[in-house]
């Protein structure tokens, strides 16, 4: 059930047999939520890490006018706040697209885990890093890439993450959003998000049928969008062998 | 009430082509006392249930970068946006 995770992990960091048996036990509450429903709102102090295994979920904020922002959309394998359990209070909320599967682990068992396994801990700075290297990306997008292109590099990055978690086959993954999501996230009108959509399927880039989208030509549509898949830091996009951090290694060795 | 926050502002609507590089092409200048304010665009090649509204396909000025949902007819477009124009309104979007 913890597949997605381990993946994701082990894409970062080799992991040994005791990393994978720490990683299991590490999910002991598992629970079904439902559809567009909060896991946990701004305000809220937060117990829990929140690890989606199944489903689509989002990161956003509530404007005063009632706009919604989305900051991210998190896929199975995510921690929803590897880091903001050490808040007081969530500064923003986290709320389901699709029924999703997730696991809530007490923070105390990220404490013991991280005590205990340097790689596994490696691999959640890897996480965090690449969180904000996506959030990073987003605001490129808003900021610097037209409508089309905005919504173009969205569905070559989900691509690529779902593709390293397994959920991802044939160029085709599931695409539970709403027109209204991609607006909110793109800063964009539905309207302009229709209008996109529809010219992406016409121009043959894409497919939406029963809520998969299918990618026809994915090298197009990385073109089209100026796609570069590095913020992902995905293995077949990084240089880990060249990689190191000789502070870590040292204190793993004494 | 008279006074002169209560002065109606003059909405004008003049038919004009808009390029969308979409199938929405018909829309409406929208002049606000002589200026123009704002590019309203009929959705035509949208979702069924769209279809037939209003769109503001360009704001300026006050009406810059709002992101409003359509409106069913151009009377409503025409009264949102009036209201849009008082000179004491802050919050914009409804």
Known sequence: MQDALIRKLESYEALSKQDHEALRVLVPKIRQVGPRTDLISEGEPPENVHLILEGFACRYKILPSGQRQIMAFLVPGDFCDLNVFILDQMDHCIGTISACQVADIPRRAIDEITANHPHITRAFWWCALVDEAV?????????????????????????????????????????????????????LSEVHVNRTIRELRALGLITLKQRHLTIHNVEELKAFSGFTANYLHLKNARWSERRSVPWLVRAQGS | MAGPHNVETLVVLQPIAVDTDSSDCKGMLVLANGMLVAVLVQLNHSEEKQKGRWFIEAGFGRLRDLRQRPFDTLDDATRWLRQQMKPNVVNRQS
């Open chain 1, 135 to 187: 959030l990073r990306e987003w605001l490129v997008n808003v900021g610097g890439r037209q409508a089309n292109q905005r919504i173009a590099h969205l569905l070559c990055e989900l691509l690529l993450r779902l593709q390293a978690v397994g959920y991802a086959s044939d160029n085709t993954y599931p695409f539970p959003f709403k027109q209204a999501d991609i607006a909110d996230c793109m800063g």
